[in-house]
């Protein structure tokens, strides 16, 4: 049987060391800025941006990584094998592709449910509703064709 593979990944349009580019070029402009201020006497300014800047790099850190977070799913010989990365964590899980029910959900904005011997795992978290529910009649035609094969002996 061919392999089937969907991979889905978030739509970065920074890289990580952009960003630190951006960043320190914020801190820059921020700072001086927050550095006449306080020339003058109104020091509270540099407090403020400090406080601004650690909030900004919070972010900058969150977005950075999760920047390389992807879904990956393959139907082939080995079965189901969908993989998930979440901030450089990666949670793998094998599926009998025979036994693989797909849950499509009712609601708008839920994600596919994927259940087989007890395991359930969600996917579709960075595709928008239509191409979720094009994945989802595509995986579906992929379960339909594997069990309409003949086993492998």
């Not at 994945?135 to 579906?140: K, S, T, V």
């Amino acid at each position: 049987m061919p392999t089937r593979e969907w991979i889905s990944k978030k739509n970065c349009s920074i890289a990580p060391k952009q960003l630190l580019k951006a960043y320190l070029a914020l801190c820059s402009a921020s700072f001086l800025v927050a550095l006449y201020f306080m020339v003058y006497g109104a020091w509270v300014v540099m407090l403020f941006a400090v406080l601004e800047m650690m909030a900004v790099g919070c972010a900058f850190v969150y977005c950075g990584r999760h920047a390389g977070d992807k879904e990956s799913v393959v139907l082939g010989d080995d079965g189901l094998v969908v993989e998930l990365v979440e901030a450089e964590r990666v949670h793998q899980v094998r599926m009998d592709p025979r036994r693989t029910r797909i849950e499509i959900p009712a609601l708008r904005h839920r994600l596919i449910a994927l259940e087989a011997n007890g395991d359930r795992i969600e996917v579709g978290r960075f595709l928008t509703e239509r191409k979720r529910q094009q994945f989802a009649q595509e995986l579906r035609s992929g379960l339909m064709d594997y069990r309409s094969a003949p086993a492998a002996v």
